[in-house]
């Protein structure tokens, strides 16, 4: 059904985990598209009363952007890709069943976002957190917009403007994962959650997560005017494009001389 995502649906949990394990799970358009779908339609599905969202392998949750597709992009593409990005979250928002991030390794960038849009997080010690964005040339817009309301102005701009990772440690320690587990037991702890959620009146919990969207809402639609504005601002600069392929230059030298 899927090629990117593998879903399934046991004892009223869905579980989506993306499923591009040779770029830690890194997502390109295709990708997004399918987890806005599958998202969806677990949202529809009267079977399943909460969701886990992950990813595959032991390394990622996922890598955020994948910088193969974003390397290229002109004013044009820079402005639908941040139109792809508000119908993912969209669907997100939109769940009237909650929604668990089992991070199982990294979470960068983009899917930092996604993490912290989920309603309750379980992560180990050695997960990593952070927006880097600026480290790829990329402005940040939705990221600082959550940040800032989970966290405060203050460590916002510092993980915005630094770009630097958080690892678990940090991250249960401010609030962002709110289980820290064995690596080995985020798997099984964020089904534990999921079932305690899945138990709780159905309609009471659609009502109070459509309230937190709707708190939430004027935020939301102004970080993504904001996003498309610097996006396509920093494209027509040619600064993401030459960041993009130094890093790509640099890592091939990395590999030749290993």
Not at 114 to 132: E, K, N, T, W, Y
Request: hydrophobic share 45%; glycine share 8%; aromatic share 6%.
């Amino acid at each position: 059904m899927y090629d990117f995502l593998i879903t399934d649906i046991k004892d009223a949990i869905g579980t989506i985990t993306l499923n591009r394990p040779a770029v830690l799970n890194a997502w390109h358009s295709p990708m997004r598209k399918e987890l806005a779908k599958a998202l969806n339609a677990m949202n529809a599905d009267d079977s399943v009363r909460a969701v886990i969202l992950t990813g595959s392998g032991d390394r990622a949750f996922s890598a955020g952007q994948d910088l193969n597709e974003t390397k290229s992009f002109d004013t044009a593409r820079a402005g639908d890709w941040v139109e792809e990005w508000r119908n993912l979250y969209a669907a997100i928002r939109g769940m009237n069943k909650p929604l668990i991030a089992a991070l199982n390794g990294v979470a960068a960038g983009s899917a930092f976002q996604v993490a912290l849009q989920c309603d309750i997080r379980v992560g180990h010690a050695a997960s990593r957190m952070g927006q880097p964005e600026i480290n790829s040339g990329i402005a940040s817009t939705l990221g600082p917009w959550l940040m800032n309301q989970m966290l405060g102005l203050s460590r916002t701009i510092e993980l915005t403007l630094t770009g630097r990772m958080m690892d678990g440690d940090e991250c249960y320690r401010i609030g962002l994962i709110h289980h820290l587990v064995p690596a080995d037991q985020v798997a099984a702890k964020a089904r534990e959650v999921a079932a305690e959620l899945a138990a709780k009146p159905p309609v009471a919990m659609a009502l109070n997560k459509r309230r937190f969207a709707e708190m939430t809402d004027a935020g939301f639609k102004d970080a993504v005017a904001a996003g498309s504005r610097n996006q396509k601002e920093a494209y027509a600069s040619g600064e993401p494009q030459r960041m993009m392929e130094e890093f790509f230059a640099t890592r091939a030298r990395r590999k030749q001389s290993a």
